[in-house]
Structure formats: C-alpha cells, structure tokens
C-alpha cells in the first residue's frame, strides 16, 4: 500500500465499544462487533475484512 492508500488506525483505547478481558490469550475486546483477540480489535477488523472499523464510537468524557 502506498501512503495515500494507506487506512485510516483506529485507536481503540478511545471507543466505547473497547474492553479489557480477563482471559489471559485473548485480553482484548470488541463489545461491538462481540469478540475477544490477543490485538487491537481494530487490527483483527483490518486483517478480516481490508476496511477500518466501521463502529468506532468516542469514549463519553466525564463532567
């Protein structure tokens, strides 16, 4: 890919979507698209499907 072709990172630690997991081999998750990887979920939506996350959401900031 070239650097115009390039996608988008989507940082997961900033969706609302994210979570840690308790499961040592898969210690991240998408509540999203409902799975658990041992990447960035963002990383495994790339690798699956060629497109970003479509489902990123802005974490809500407290008051």
């Known amino acids: 890919m070239t650097e115009l072709q ?22 991240r998750g998408c509540k999203a698209f409902g799975f658990k990887t041992h990447t ?10 060629g497109k970003p996350c479509m489902n990123f959401e802005p974490k809500l900031k407290p008051l």
């Open 6 to 27: 390039r996608p988008e990172r989507i940082d997961c630690m900033k969706c609302k979507h994210f979570y840690v997991t308790w499961d040592p081999n898969f210690p």
């Open 40 to 49: 960035m979920p963002s990383i495994t939506v790339l690798a699956s499907s």
